[in-house]
C-alpha cells in the first residue's frame, strides 16, 4: 500500500485490555466505521502465533475500509501476514533491517523521543515518526512526558509525525500547531462504550490538530438521476453545494426525462448500490444522509441494510411513493421494504399529502388532518414527519411533528409552474443543515426559506414544468462550513 500521511490522522492502536471480551475485529471495525486511518496491531501479551491469527483476521477488514494495517515491533509477523507495514522502535529492530526485510512498499513507521532521533529516523529511510509521551500515559509506565515544544522541533525534522501518549477527547486540541499529521489512540477508542462515536469525534478534532479545521461538512444523497437537472440527484448536489455542504451521491436509477415528463428508467442493480456506498462511507462518511428515489423493495432493504451497518445519520427520506397528481410509484411490496425497513432509521420523513395519507391509513383533507396523519406516522414509526401542503393543501404551509410536538412553517405560494424537484430540493436541503449541525426545527426552516427562494427566482428553461434556480444565492445561503472546536 502506498503510504500517505493523511493515514495518521487517526492511528488506532490496539490492546484487547480494554475490551471487555469483544472480539478484537469487531471492535477494530467500529473504529475504522468511526473514520481511523491507521491501525497498529499492538498486543505485548500475545505470541506470535497468536499475532499471526489476529493479524490475518485484522488484515481482512482493515482491506474493506482500505486503510493500512501495521504490526507493532514483530517484523517476522508481518512478512508472514503480508501486512502493510510495521512500527519498531529505534532499539528494538533497525529500521534498515526492517526496510530490506519488507521491501520498499511496505510503511516502515518508528519512535522517535527527540530531535536526535527523528533525524536517525529520516536518514534510515523511515515513513513516519511515532512521538510522545504528549500526555501521561498508562500503556507507556516508562515513557517521559514531550513537551510541545520538543514535539514542533521533531515535527521540523521533515517526516510525518503522529503524536501518541494518553490523548483523549479532552486534550487533543492542545496539540493544535505543533505540526502534526495525526494523533494515536489507544484507550479514547477502545475503552469507548460506543466506538464508532469516539472515532467520529477523535477524527473530527484530530482534523483541527493537524491543520485541516476547516474541512466541509458533508452530505449524501442516494437518489436516482434526472438527465435535465431539475430533480433527482442532480438537484440534491446543486442544493447541498448552495446551502454549504459537499455534496456525494449514490445512484439508485438512471431515468431518461426532462421537463415534460419521464420517458425511461433503468433501476442500478442493488448489489452495485451496495460498492457505492461502501466506497463513501468508508471514505468520506458523510454527516447527513438523504434518501430518494428507491425504486423496489430489494433497494430499499439494500440500502437500509448499509445505512444501519454504517450506523449513518441523521437520515432524511424523501419517501417518493405517490406523485402530488395521485399517480403510484412504487409498487406495494417496496411500499411494505419502506416501512419496515427505512422509516425506522429515518430521522425524519417528507411526505406529499397523497404519500402522508398512504402511510396514515387515512383522508387529508385539512391542517387537523395533516396533524394526525403526522401523529399516526410517528407513533408507527418512530421517524419526524415533515408533512408538506404543498399546491394541495394549505397553498405552501408544512407541518412538522416531532417527540410529540407539532410546528407549522408558513409559506407564500409562488406563482410559477416551475416546481420540478421540489421535493428532493427541500429533502436535500434539510439535509444540508442537519449536517451542519442545525436542529431539526432549524434545519426545516432553512430548508423552507432556501426553496422559496429558489422558487422565486423564476428561472424559465424547458417545455414543461421547469426546474427552479438552485443558484439563485450562492453565497448567500451557505452559512458556516465547520462547527466551532467547542461544539465537537
Known sequence: ???????????????????????????????????????????????????????????????????PLLINDRVKVALEVDADGVHVGQDDFPVVEARRLLGPEKIIGTSAHNVK???QALRDGADYIGSGAVFGTGTKIDAGKLELSELKEICAVGLPVVAIGG???????????????????????????????????LTSLSRIAVGHGNLRKTALTVAGSDPS????????????????????????????????????????????VAQQ?????SDIPPDAVKTGMLGSSELIRTVAAKLREYHAGPIVVDPVMVSTSGSRLLPEDAVDALKAELLPIAAVLTPNIPEAE?????????????????????????CAVLCK????????????????????????????????????????????????????????????????????????????????????????????????????
Open 1 to 67: 500500500m502506498k503510504f500517505s500521511a493523511k493515514q495518521l490522522l487517526l492511528y488506532a492502536v490496539t490492546d484487547r485490555g480494554y475490551l471487555g471480551g469483544q472480539p478484537l475485529e469487531e471492535a477494530v471495525e467500529q473504529v475504522l466505521q468511526g473514520g481511523a486511518t491507521c491501525i497498529q496491531l499492538r498486543e505485548k501479551e500475545a505470541s506470535d502465533e497468536e499475532m499471526i491469527t489476529l493479524a490475518k483476521k485484522l488484515k481482512s477488514v482493515c482491506a474493506h475500509y482500505g486503510v
Open 117 to 119: 532521533e527523528a533525524e
Open 167 to 201: 490523548i483523549q477527547e479532552s486534550n487533543l486540541l492542545q496539540l493544535k500547531g505543533s505540526g502534526i499529521s495525526g494523533v494515536a489512540v489507544v484507550s479514547a477508542l477502545f475503552c469507548a462504550k460506543d466506538k464508532i462515536a469516539a472515532a467520529r469525534r
Open 229 to 272: 437537472g431539475g430533480a433527482g440527484i442532480q438537484a440534491d448536489l446543486k442544493t447541498m453545494t448552495a446551502n454549504g455542504v459537499y455534496g456525494m451521491s449514490v445512484i439508485t436509477a438512471l431515468t431518461a426525462q426532462n421537463t415534460t415528463g419521464v420517458s425511461g428508467i433503468f433501476e442500478v442493480p442493488p448489489e452495485f
Open 277 to 281: 456506498m461502501d466506497c463513501v462511507f
Open 358 to 382: 398512504v402511510l396514515a391509513g387515512m383522508d387529508i383533507r385539512s391542517g387537523d388532518d395533516m396533524l394526525e396523519a403526522a401523529r399516526i406516522i410517528q407513533e408507527a414509526y418512530g
Open 389 to 488: 401542503g404543498g399546491h394541495r393543501l394549505n397553498d405552501a404551509d408544512d407541518l412538522l411533528y416531532a417527540d410529540g410536538k407539532s410546528t407549522w412553517f408558513y409559506g407564500k405560494r409562488v406563482d410559477t409552474q416551475n416546481t420540478h424537484g421540489t421535493g428532493c430540493t427541500l429533502s436535500s436541503a434539510i439535509a444540508s443543515n442537519l449536517a451542519k449541525g442545525k436542529t431539526l426545527e432549524e434545519a426545516v426552516r432553512c430548508a423552507k426559506e432556501y426553496l422559496s427562494g429558489a422558487l422565486a427566482a423564476g428561472l424559465e428553461l424547458g417545455a414543461g414544468n421547469g426546474p427552479m434556480d438552485h443558484a439563485f444565492a450562492v453565497g448567500e445561503c451557505s452559512g458556516s462550513l465547520t462547527d466551532s472546536p467547542e461544539k465537537l
